[in-house]
């Protein structure tokens, strides 16, 4: 980290969480339509997690799941999608506690 002190890079990271708490637009300094970032946003705010699994808006409770972040359900499904970016289908694996591609699963 070059020459900097330990004081400029909290400083640096103190910035970046303002910015996502906020959700403000790093590029422009302005703060999104109230709303825009959507449920999952505002519920961070208050410290709410939520599964990581597209579409599901399953409030994380137990210590596990939140560890995971992601719900039972679909910590025991065959398959799911992380993003809708992201074509590719993943299964969690109990072994090592984080979903792998699907394709590393034998049949």
Known sequence: MGGESPTQRTDFWAGRRALKTTGMNQASGEAPAPGALGPQAAADEEGLQFCQVLHCNTQLTKSYCLKKKAC??????PAVQLSADD?????FCQQCGKFECLTKFGE
């Open 72 to 77: 039972t359900a679909h910590m025991q499904a």
């Open 87 to 91: 074509p590719t289908v993943y299964r």
